[in-house]
């Protein structure tokens, strides 16, 4: 019964802390998105603005990867 328990609180703790990173990734994608957006919103851009925008780019799919795959290991346990 014990070893259960034991079992079942390490489970919980697992998908809380998977819970965590998915939730912190989609927030950092919320604020990547509010500075896209207000790059993007200006009739003229600077090229670091420009770098900026593919380096958004490319964080914001990198955290969608992550999440992808942390949902994934979710249904699998």
């Given at each position: 019964?014990?070893?259960?328990?034991?079992?079942?609180?390490?489970?919980?703790?697992?998908?809380?802390?998977?819970?965590?990173?998915?939730?912190?990734?989609l927030q950092a994608?919320?604020?990547?998105?509010?500075?896209?957006?207000?790059?993007?919103?200006?009739?003229?851009?600077?090229?670091?603005?420009?770098?900026?925008?593919?380096?958004?780019?490319k964080e914001r799919?990198?955290?969608?990867?992550?999440?992808?795959?942390?949902?994934?290991?979710?249904?699998?346990?």
């Amino acid at each position: 019964m014990s070893e259960n328990k034991d079992e079942l609180i390490k489970a919980q703790n697992e998908l809380i802390g998977i819970l965590f990173e998915i939730i912190k990734r989609l927030q950092a994608n919320n604020d990547l998105d509010t500075e896209y957006f207000q790059i993007i919103g200006k009739e003229t851009r600077t090229e670091n603005e420009n770098s900026r925008l593919d380096e958004i780019t490319k964080e914001r799919t990198d955290n969608a990867e992550i999440v992808s795959r942390l949902l994934k290991q979710i249904e699998s346990n």
